[in-house]
């Protein structure tokens, strides 16, 4: 199982960095994607940054059950934007949210599969709560060390 939670966790966050790196970078894909989205680009740059860190928490395995609930939290909200977006230049948004679900339902399977495949959400949750205190605290730690 530790080998099916490193490919999952491995595809889906290379997924989302090529994704947010070629917004970031591409001025033109992120003017396209804000049109469509009717939202502004900054936005695009925001949701962007934060797929980058849950992909670098997908890539370390210490904090990947966060990145996967990261990711599924993410895609369901894409697929919202998708479903309210407007279509521009011959492309529907629409179209996108079963992709979407499924990039959900890989985050949600790599979390649970990182946490030892509880039993229960509230398991699953409590997990994630651990790797983000720890995560906050090694971010307090870091912080700390270069002042």
Do not use: C, H, Y
């Amino acid at each position: 199982m530790k080998k099916l939670e490193w490919v999952l966790a491995v595809a889906l966050g290379a997924l989302l960095l090529v994704s947010a790196l070629g917004r970031i970078v591409s001025s033109d894909a992120r003017g396209d994607m804000s049109d469509a989205l009717n939202v502004p680009g900054w936005f695009l740059i925001l949701v962007s940054l934060w797929e980058i860190v849950i992909a670098i928490d997908l890539f370390l395995p210490r904090f990947r059950i966060l990145g996967g609930v990261g990711a599924a939290v993410t895609m369901i909200g894409a697929a919202l934007f998708n479903l309210l977006g407007d279509t521009v230049n011959d492309t529907n948004p629409r179209q996108f949210i079963p992709v979407n679900i499924v990039l959900a339902l890989v985050g949600l399977g790599v979390a649970w599969l990182a946490a030892g495949r509880p039993t229960s959400i509230g398991a699953l949750v409590s997990a994630a709560k651990q790797q983000l205190r720890g995560q906050i605290g090694e971010v307090a730690e870091t912080a700390a060390d270069l002042t």
